[in-house]
């Protein structure tokens, strides 16, 4: 057993972040000001996308994007099951429906012939999720939504980094970070929606501050406009320039970060190749992709020991683990108030009961990596 506990995951914070946000609290100006605008052109010039906007949340960023897209009731979007509650919580305090799209069982991705059969006369979005930081078949995706008409916004929570057949996600469609305390780059919290739609991202960068016509850092005048007003009732859903101090800067390793994710992540599938019991992620096939590693999520397959038991073994010998995430069609909520059941979505529900992430992020060491699969090997032997 391991002498000290190794965490799920721990901030990868250095000295320069902290000047960064050192600076920033000498400045005079914390709240969404110069740091939010160059946070937002260096997205732009990493992704490769023609606007972003930085926000409080990613959840504040489907929030508002869902009231600028005109959603409400009678209305319905479509998403996977198995993502953070967030986005289905926006959905339902919308007034709409979330339609739950089924994922491969190997690659936990939605597909793009299991979104089209959910589409109805009533599907206004598709909200696909590039899970841990793999790519959905986003042309694919596409092509049905084209078909049909019908928006594509990306949840882009775990895939900063992630790249579809050579480009980064999110340049064909709007797409939502997130840059939660555990992302591969962190604001503490914060999120970023980036566009190439200009008529969005003013509607956007509207409803973000409570609906005034400028936004609360105007560039021009290096201020905000005393003339502003309402054009219509907004929200309060900023970034302040500390948290972007924070972000801009670890942006500037994010090709560093990910290295060092996808070497450990290597590591752990080369570990895994011979070991029964537990089964990683597949990757999918048919297109080019570059993975993030926002996570290493296992299954545990053993008819010994269930995924539950098996993380609270893990935690008795010091390793962290997590779990991305429980189905939601299965809580409670959308049981008792939406009519989901069990058998629903199998191959979602499959995942869902079996699924444990490992630990992974830029400070741990292949020997760390090691001694979480030697610790593996040990709960299963014992099960």
């Not at 979007?77 to 339609?99: D, E, F, H, Q, Y």
């Amino acid at each position: 057993m391991r002498s000290e506990f190794l965490p799920f995951t721990r901030p990868d914070v250095t000295d320069g972040d902290i000047a960064e946000v050192i600076g920033v609290l000498k400045s005079g100006w914390l709240t969404n000001g110069p740091k939010n605008a160059a946070f937002e052109e260096k997205m732009c010039e990493y992704t490769g996308c023609k606007n972003a906007v930085a926000l409080s949340s990613a959840t504040a960023g489907i929030h508002i994007l869902l009231t600028a897209l005109g959603i409400g009731p009678g209305d319905e979007v479509i998403t996977p099951s198995l993502t953070w509650v967030s986005t289905a919580n926006m959905i339902v305090l919308a007034g709409a429906k979330p339609v739950f799209a089924e994922i491969d069982r190997d690659t936990m991705l939605v597909t793009p012939e299991s979104v089209e059969a959910c589409i109805t006369e009533r599907t206004k979005l598709i909200v696909p999720v590039h899970y841990t930081g793999v790519p959905v078949d986003l042309d694919g995706i596409r092509a049905v939504a084209d078909k049909h008409r019908i928006p594509v916004v990306e949840d882009a929570a775990h895939a900063l980094g992630t790249f579809y057949k050579g480009r980064h996600i999110g340049t064909g469609n709007t797409a939502l970070y997130s840059f939660h305390a555990i992302k591969n780059i962190t604001c503490g919290e914060g999120g970023m929606l980036t566009t190439n739609d200009d008529s969005l991202l003013a509607k956007i960068k509207m409803l973000k501050f409570h609906g005034l016509g400028v936004d609360a850092f105007d560039r021009q005048n290096k201020g905000r406009s005393p003339q502003a007003e309402v054009f219509e009732p907004g929200y309060k859903c900023n970034l302040t320039d500390i948290c972007a101090a924070l972000g801009f800067s670890q942006l500037l390793r994010i090709n560093q970060i990910n290295a060092r994710r996808t070497a450990l992540a290597r590591r752990y599938r080369e570990l895994f190749a011979d070991i029964e019991g537990v089964e990683p992620l597949h990757d999918p096939a048919g297109y080019d992709f570059t993975h993030s590693w926002h996570l290493f999520v296992i299954r545990v397959t053993s008819d010994k020991i269930s995924r539950d038991a098996f993380m609270t073994r893990l935690k008795e010998l010091n390793i962290g683990t997590g779990m991305h995430f429980r189905a939601i069609h299965l809580q409670k909520y959308y049981r008792e108030k939406m009519g989901f059941k069990p058998g629903d979505l199998p191959a979602t529900e499959w995942n869902s009961d079996r699924i444990c992430s490992l630990p992974l992020f830029p400070a741990m060491t292949t020997a760390d990596v090691e001694a979480v699969v030697t610790a593996i090997k040990h709960v299963l032997a014992h099960a």
